[in-house]
């Protein structure tokens, strides 16, 4: 019947939709079977099996981050590593002054002193 309700849509879904009666009166092209609902589920699960495991791990990860607690704790993360790869450029630059400074302090308590021996020197 063209204008009948679907009894399997209004017993899962009370509520009325407004699509209702356009889905009520569709009628699928000639040769292929009446019913649009797995053909529809089939398309869903076509499309979610194409996505692949990166687009996965994105959709993941934005799950997670739209979490208040976490979101923090990647913030705090971020924050600490940022601050540790600080404090090793500090140490770095401040070995190298430290190198040069004995270097000019064996310089200037030995002026004879050649400079290939002064490198050598820890």
Known sequence: MPGA???DRT???PSPDPLDPLLDRWRPPEGETPSMAPEVWRRIGAAESRKGV???FWEDLDLWLSRPPFAALFVACCAL???FLAEVR???H???QSALLARSYLQLIDPLLKEDV???SP
């Open 5 to 7: 309700p679907n009894p």
């Open 11 to 13: 017993a899962m879904n």
């Open 54 to 56: 990166l687009a996965s």
């Open 81 to 83: 590593l940022g601050l």
């Open 90 to 92: 500090v140490n770095r």
């Open 94 to 96: 401040e070995r190298e």
């Open 118 to 120: 002064v490198a050598k």
